[in-house]
T-cell receptor
Framework: AQSVTQLGSHVSVSEGALVLLRCNYS??????LFWYVQYPNQGLQLLLK????ATLVKGINGFEAEFKKSETSFHLTKPSAHMSDAAEYFC????????????WGAGTKLIIKP | GAGVSQSPSNKVTEKGKDVELRCDPI?????LYWYRQRLGQGLEFLIY????????KSGLPSDRFSAERTGESVSTLTIQRTQQEDSAVYLC???????????FGQGTRLTVV
C-alpha cells in the first residue's frame, strides 16, 4: 500500500532563507508524486508534479522538488522564502497520473518570519 | 464560473441531522472529485464522477454518505444522520479529465455538534 509522510506539521523560516519541506513516500510501483499548496482562504493548487521524466521538477513561484528513489523522498525546496509563501503544503503520491487516486500527506504549514 | 465553487463555506449541524453540500465545477470539466480532510490529516478520497459514467464510490466511508451529479454540472454530497466524526472540511475538485490537473474549491467546513 502507498503512504506519504510529511515531516513537521509546521515549519518556520525567516524571509530570504531556504525553504525545505520534507516528503517521504512508500510505493510498491514507480510512483507519481505531487506537491499542492493551499494559501489562506483559497483552494488547493498544484505546485508541481513528478511523472517519471526529469528527477528535478520545477514548479510555480520558484519552488522545485527532487525525486530521489534511493531515499524514497520528494522534498520541496525554494532558495529564498518570501512572505507570500506562507501557506499549507501537501505532498501526494499515486501509482498513476490520475488525480483521484492520490494518497495525501497530512500537510506542512509554512510560516515565514519577517 | 472561473473556479470551483462550494457552498456553504461553513455548516454547523446537530448530530443526527442530514446535510447537503454543493459543488459547482469549472465549466467543461468532465471529472469531479469529493474529498474529506479531517483536522491534522491528509485528504481522503470519497467519490469520483467522470462524465456520464458510473461514479467510483469506493471512498465513501458508510452508507450515510451519498453524492449525485447530473451530467457535467453541479454535484451534491449528502450526509445522512450526521455523527461527530463527520466533522471535517469537505473539498470538491474538477478537471478536464482524470489525467489533467484538478482544480479545488475552498471547501465546506462541517461541524457536527
Amino acid at each position: 500500500a502507498q503512504s506519504v509522510t510529511q515531516l513537521g506539521s509546521h515549519v518556520s523560516v525567516s524571509e530570504g532563507a531556504l525553504v525545505l519541506l520534507r516528503c517521504n513516500y512508500s510505493s510498491s510501483v514507480p510512483p507519481y508524486l505531487f506537491w499542492y499548496v493551499q494559501y489562506p482562504n483559497q483552494g488547493l493548487q498544484l505546485l508541481l508534479k513528478y511523472t517519471s521524466a526529469a528527477t528535478l521538477v520545477k514548479g510555480i513561484n520558484g519552488f522545485e522538488a527532487e525525486f530521489k528513489k534511493s531515499e524514497t523522498s520528494f522534498h520541496l525546496t525554494k532558495p529564498s522564502a518570501h512572505m507570500s509563501d506562507a501557506a499549507e503544503y501537501f505532498c501526494a503520491v499515486s501509482d498513476r497520473v490520475s488525480n483521484y487516486q492520490l494518497i495525501w500527506g497530512a500537510g506542512t504549514k509554512l510560516i515565514i518570519k519577517p | 464560473g472561473a473556479g470551483v465553487s462550494q457552498s456553504p463555506s461553513n455548516k454547523v449541524t446537530e448530530k443526527g441531522k442530514d446535510v447537503e453540500l454543493r459543488c459547482d465545477p469549472i465549466s467543461g470539466h468532465t471529472a469531479l472529485y469529493w474529498y474529506r480532510q479531517r483536522l491534522g490529516q491528509g485528504l481522503e478520497f470519497l467519490i469520483y464522477f467522470q462524465g456520464n459514467s458510473a461514479p467510483d464510490k469506493s471512498g465513501l466511508p458508510s452508507d450515510r454518505f451519498s453524492a449525485e451529479r447530473t451530467g457535467e454540472s453541479v454535484s451534491t454530497l449528502t450526509i445522512q444522520r450526521t455523527q461527530q466524526e463527520d466533522s471535517a472540511v469537505y473539498l470538491c475538485a474538477s478537471s478536464r479529465d482524470k489525467n489533467t490537473e484538478a482544480f479545488f474549491g475552498q471547501g465546506t467546513r462541517l461541524t457536527v455538534v
